[in-house]
């Protein structure tokens, strides 16, 4: 038993001295690279400054593009050279921007809501700049409404946007001055640091080995006959020693009962792994199930009604306007009636693909019921939603619908209505719409007609 006490008393010795020379070793490395530490802190810094120079180009940029949209709409000789020259400067604003959101840390909290809170100011003035160009063709020039949204760009969304703005460049310019004199701290520290582990280690190992020839070998001894007799004993990990003595005794127990553990928890693991996924695919499939008419696989009617009231509030919240576009498929029944349910339920999933393709990105089309569709247009004045759903009826009526080799000829009538005061629900804008569909359906069908609150029925032909 001495021999091999000895033996591995050598090794320790061998071993922990060993451990001195390398710590030296990895502390004379770690001393060397804290220069690339001390490089990386100031590109860091050099990358926020051209955060903040490029924040005060964008503040710039959007300034001269309110110069030039309010002289565009003044001048009265702009024409479609100047409006695509505003619309490129627009696009420059936007990819100066992406510039932005690319060159952030994404973990970086205040960077995030700093650079999203000016992603948002600068849709906001894009949007706007763009109406107001919009109401200048319009209105031919400088009329009451341009004036009156030019107003609002200058006075709220353009003071919104700066403020945004210089407030991300404030946060870049002081990120770099931080990173600067952390730069400088860090190696100061770390460099002391490296130098006092690098001589505890020594001190430590040189300790460590004397110790441990004294007080390792009985203990370990004991220790691996202890753990003969405790099979039931766990490790955390394999020991990975396949000597002959009294440590590769106990590494051979503990591994066999590590395998058999590991064994047992591997097969559990597995099956709850199968059973979160089925529960998961389950899930998504039953909340799928929840918000989509099975037919069309558009919003169902819940869903739909959900959504639109929300963004009601919101479009009240933030004075914007907002319409809805009720459509019914004409002679329906004669559909089904002539061709079979099969037919009539093949021209419902036809024509949702054709109203989902006229639509835009923001609005949503929902299954109001039977062969109704609705459609929400947020953001969108009644002149603007008739347009839309004059679209769709062309669409329509384009649209071929093969049926075992039979082409069934499809149309649809709108109608088309806004809110036209604060109190005014979702339900009852419904019923707006509802009211120009059955005047649409009156005047002949394949159509949309408009509802205005203020000048009565106006029809989109």
Known sequence: MKPVRGHIARRIIFAYSGLAFVTILVSAGAIGGIRLLYQRLVLEARQRQEMSLLSARIRSEALLLANSVQQYVIDAESGEAERLALEKHIVMLEELLQQAVDGINPDNVDESIAVGLALQNIMSFKVQSRRILDLSDQEGGFGP????????????????????????????????????AQADIYSLHLTIFIAMLSAAAVVFAIGMSIWLAKRLIIPLTALTENVKLQPELSLQRPIEISTDDEMGALAQALNQMKAEINASRDKLEEYADT????????????????????????????????????????????????????????????????????????????????????????????????????????????SEALQIGQRIVIAVRKMQVEYNGRSIHVTISGGVASYAYDDEDLGHILSKADKALYLAKKQGRDRVVAHNSTTGYMEKT
């Open 275 to 382: 059973l979160e996924e089925q529960v998961e695919e389950r899930t998504r499939e039953l909340k799928l199930l929840a918000i989509t008419d099975p037919l069309t696989g558009i919003y169902n009617r819940g869903h739909f009604f959900a959504l639109a009231e929300k963004i009601l509030d919101e479009t009240k919240r933030l004075n914007h306007p907002f319409s809805v576009a009720l459509f019914d498929l004409d002679h329906f029944k004669n559909i089904n009636d002539r061709f079979g349910h099969a037919a009539g339920d093949l021209a419902l999933r036809q024509v949702a693909r054709t109203m989902q393709s006229q639509i835009r990105q923001m609005d949503f089309l929902g299954r109001y019921g039977g062969e109704e569709f609705v459609v929400a247009l947020p953001s969108t004045k009644i």
């Open 145 to 180: 409404e341009t004036k009156r949204q030019m107003d609002a760009l200058l006075q709220h969304y353009q003071p919104e946007l700066i403020k945004s703005l210089e407030d991300f460049e404030k946060l870049e310019g002081s990120a770099a001055k931080s990173s600067y």
